[in-house]
T-cell receptor
Framework: DAKTTQPPSMDCAEGRAANLPCNHS???????VYWYRQIHSQGPQYIIH???NNETNEMASLIITEDRKSSTLILPHATLRDTAVYYC??????????????FGKGTSLLVTP | GAVVSQHPSRVICKSGTSVKIECRSL??????MFWYRQFPKKSLMLMAT?????????EQGVEKDKFLINHASLTLSTLTVTSAHPEDSSFYIC??????????FGPGTRLTVL
């Protein structure tokens, strides 16, 4: 799996958009970008994933650069409950992969009132 | 989305005892389950990969005789920490992989060994 680089921490005011960057310059053509988050003392929660097109769901938007070497997870209106560690993971998707997810250090997002 | 449960959610035990943690996929069949360990302020570290009906594959540095894994059915995997010591105190998390290949995580089990 390609290595990812994320800032160790970020702050965001409640109600504002939180933009979390991730660098994955060694990503391969068949690797997807996944985002998970972990709220304190809970298991990781899936947020979103994408290959090369931008993706949006009820939780967040994922913007992937054209060269696929970096991406940004956007929480459009951050709430206090979004305070968590956010992990960007690059890997082959779906049934072809029997491998576990490899978690880096992630970005600790603090949403403040 | 798919639901994975763990039991117990937290356990406190005496040094030298064994503790069993259960991981269940509630609404799907999990061909593979993974066990992770997380120490305070650290990221998740993979301990082992468990396939139903076969022996688990352990990561380097994880003792298979200390961390016994049983995956007897497509919805249940168990992790037994044998002869637990205080340094085994950690947050243990399982994940289950369904037929689609996506992984879903349990809520974790907090183990404290006195």
């Amino acid at each position: 799996d390609a290595k990812t680089t994320q800032p160790p921490s970020m702050d965001c005011a409640e109600g504002r958009a939180a933009n979390l960057p991730c660098n994955h310059s060694t990503i391969s053509g068949n690797e997807y970008v996944y985002w998970y988050r972990q709220i304190h003392s809970q298991g990781p929660q899936y947020i979103i994933h994408g290959l090369k097109n931008n993706e949006t769901n009820e939780m967040a938007s994922l913007i992937i650069t054209e060269d696929r070497k970096s991406s940004t997870l956007i929480l459009p209106h951050a709430t206090l409950r979004d305070t968590a560690v956010y992990y960007c993971i690059v890997r082959v998707a779906g049934g072809n992969s029997g491998y576990a997810l490899n978690f880096g250090k992630g970005t600790s997002l603090l949403v403040t009132p | 989305g798919a639901v994975v449960s763990q039991h117990p959610s937290r356990v406190i035990c005496k040094s030298g005892t064994s503790v069993k943690i259960e991981c269940r996929s509630l609404d799907f069949q999990a061909t593979t389950m993974f066990w992770y360990r997380q120490f305070p302020k650290k990221s998740l570290m993979l301990m082992a990969t468990s396939n139903e009906g076969s022996k688990a594959t352990y990561e380097q540095g994880v003792e298979k005789d200390k961390f016994l894994i049983n995956h007897a059915s497509l919805t249940l995997s168990t992790l037994t920490v044998t002869s637990a010591h205080p340094e085994d105190s950690s947050f243990y998390i399982c994940s289950a992989k369904g037929l689609s290949g996506e992984q879903f995580f349990g809520p974790g089990t907090r183990l404290t060994v006195l």
